[in-house]
């Protein structure tokens, strides 16, 4: 007991003296284990002097023990029961469409998380039939956005993702291209006369899309007292995909629910990370799934609608060539035009190739150095690597660029940078 005792003291105390502990395991282990051994002590030897009046020796230990076991196997009862009758009442069955959706119109994008235009987001607007995607947050401030004509009036908006992947093998030579490819399909689309026009209007949905990952009754709270110490259990926690159509049927739904409530038997345990490292009672997670599952939500709308997927990257590499060979040729484009973009696309796609650079790629990169209008080289450091021969054409041109965009720096901020060549 007094060993116990003070171990549990410097645990509760000093919870930093675990996590120190934990970096050795073993005294890690013991330190955390005390409290939870000095309640159980406490608890056996209160037992041990009640039954002493009638039991003695063996029989006296093993009722003590006993005693104890179902006091705390008893008293986190109360609160699993709830857990489960909540859960029971919340849960909605998974419902899969037995055809594709056809997403069309206006969409309504709901979700816990921000209101920009991201690769979901993206995706819906390169899928045939949508013409607007209405991103809405918890908080309901929503953006409305659509991909119009470059002449179309109204305010300009980018995207923070450029479309939803089919899974495929990962390749190690040049992982990121499958994300160039889609991010070029995007600028590519934007060059031949589109823009993103983002405005606050609210057309009725022609499909939801509800993604949740959050509290599954809205602003529940723990039942009373601080969450660590509570026998109570927490708020139900939901997170779903739910896809309806404009009469509010429930199209395709999948969902994960938990709730974390004290474990059986009661026991005190360490939780949270090192920042914030405490104990209180033990939890165990009841619901779908495991401890950290995921509603793939991604994989979900591949497989069940229309929304537009990953691109033929050699046939996007080939028409961002193009594209981008046109832009440069033209001298009434104007900076921001998006076929620019182009060249960062172009030269990054260069990152796995075995092949040294053809003379007409050359020429073309010997432009894209000339050409004032093109802004962004991260692909210069991939398609260096590639120039076979003489460069000090090429290293001249760049370093060029590179002490004009310093200068300009220093007469104004957020001005364009190139990277010295290599």
Same mark, same amino acid.
């Given at each position: 007991?007094?060993?116990?005792?003070?171990?549990?003291?410097?645990?509760?105390?000093?919870?930093?003296?675990?996590?120190?502990?934990?970096?050795?395991?073993? %005294?890690?282990?013991?330190?955390?284990?005390? !409290?939870?051994?000095?309640?159980?002590?406490?608890?056996?030897?209160?037992?041990?002097?009640?039954?002493?009046?009638?039991?003695?020796?063996?029989?006296?230990?093993?009722?003590?023990?006993?005693?104890?076991? /179902?006091?705390?196997?008893?008293?986190?009862?109360?609160?699993?029961?709830?857990?489960?009758?909540?859960?029971?009442?919340?849960?909605? %069955?998974?419902?899969?469409?037995?055809?594709?959706?056809?997403?069309?119109?206006?969409?309504?994008? /709901?979700?816990?998380?921000?209101?920009?235009?991201?690769?979901?987001?993206?995706?819906?607007?390169?899928?045939?039939?949508?013409?607007?995607?209405?991103?809405?947050?918890l908080r309901g401030h929503s953006n409305i956005y659509r991909v119009v004509p470059d002449s179309t009036p109204g305010k300009r908006s980018t995207v923070i993702g450029h479309g939803l992947l089919e899974e495929r093998r990962y390749d190690a030579s040049d992982p990121l291209a499958p994300q160039r490819a889609l991010? +070029?399909?995007?600028?590519?689309?934007?060059?031949?006369?589109?823009?993103?026009?983002?405005?606050?209007?609210?057309?009725?949905?022609?499909?939801?899309?509800?993604?949740?990952?959050?509290?599954?009754?809205?602003?529940?709270?723990?039942?009373?007292?601080?969450?660590?110490?509570?026998?109570?259990?927490?708020?139900?926690?939901?997170?779903?995909? @739910?896809? @309806?159509?404009?009469?509010?049927?429930?199209?395709?739904?999948?969902?994960?629910?938990?709730?974390?409530?004290?474990?059986?038997?009661?026991?005190?345990?360490?939780?949270?990370?090192?920042? $914030?490292?405490?104990?209180?009672?033990?939890?165990?997670?009841?619901?779908?799934?495991?401890?950290?599952?995921?509603? !793939?939500?991604?994989?979900?709308?591949?497989?069940?609608?229309?929304?537009?997927?990953?691109?033929?990257?050699?046939?996007?590499?080939?028409? @961002?060539?193009?594209?981008?060979?046109?832009?440069?040729?033209?001298?009434?484009?104007?900076?921001?035009? %998006?076929?620019?973009?182009?060249? $960062?696309?172009?030269?990054?796609?260069?990152?796995? $190739?075995?092949?040294?650079?053809?003379?007409?790629?050359?020429?073309?990169?010997?432009?894209?150095?000339?050409?004032?209008?093109?802004?962004?080289?991260?692909?210069?450091?991939?398609?260096?690597?590639?120039?076979?021969?003489?460069?000090?054409?090429?290293?001249?041109? +760049? +370093?060029?660029?590179?002490?004009?965009?310093?200068?300009?720096?220093?007469?104004?901020?957020?001005?364009?940078?190139? %990277?010295?060549?290599?």
């Open positions: 007991m007094i060993i116990t005792g003070v171990g549990a003291f410097v645990a509760l105390t000093m919870p930093w003296l675990v996590i120190i502990g934990s970096f050795l395991i073993i %005294p890690g282990l013991i330190l955390a284990s005390m !409290p939870t051994a000095f309640m159980y002590g406490v608890a056996f030897a209160l037992f041990r002097l009640l039954l002493g009046r009638f039991l003695s020796g063996v029989p006296l230990n093993v009722m003590s023990g006993a005693a104890t076991l /179902a006091l705390f196997w008893t008293i986190p009862q109360p609160g699993l029961t709830w857990a489960k009758g909540m859960l029971a009442s919340l849960k909605e %069955p998974d419902i899969q469409s037995s055809a594709p959706i056809a997403l069309k119109g206006d969409i309504l994008l /709901a979700r816990p998380f921000e209101g920009r235009c991201d690769a979901l987001c993206a995706a819906l607007l390169k899928t045939p039939g949508v013409t607007s995607v209405r991103v809405q947050t991010e +070029a399909e995007w600028n590519l689309m934007l060059s031949e006369g589109k823009a993103l026009l983002q405005s606050d209007d609210a057309p009725e949905p022609d499909f939801t899309i509800a993604i949740e990952n959050g509290p599954a009754v809205p602003d529940a709270k723990p039942r009373s007292g601080r969450v660590d110490w509570s026998l109570e259990p927490s708020a139900p926690h939901r997170k779903a995909l @739910t896809i @309806t159509d404009a009469g509010e049927q429930v199209l395709l739904r999948q969902s994960i629910l938990s709730i974390f409530a004290p474990a059986t038997p009661l026991l005190i345990g360490p939780s949270c990370g090192i920042e $914030n490292f405490r104990f209180g009672w033990a939890r165990r997670r009841l619901g779908d799934g495991r401890m950290y599952a995921e509603v !793939p939500v991604n994989r979900l709308l591949l497989d069940h609608t229309s929304v537009s997927r990953g691109v033929n990257m050699e046939a996007a590499k080939t028409r @961002t060539r193009e594209e981008l060979a046109k832009a440069l040729d033209d001298p009434r484009k104007p900076v921001n035009d %998006p076929a620019f973009a182009l060249a $960062n696309q172009w030269m990054d796609s260069f990152r796995a $190739n075995d092949q040294p650079l053809g003379e007409s790629d050359r020429r073309l990169l010997v432009r894209i150095l000339e050409d004032p209008r093109v802004r962004s080289s991260d692909g210069l450091w991939a398609i260096i690597k590639e120039v076979d021969g003489d460069s000090a054409d090429l290293r001249r041109l +760049a +370093a060029r660029r590179y002490l004009a965009a310093t200068t300009r720096r220093r007469r104004a901020t957020g001005s364009m940078s190139w %990277p010295a060549f290599p």
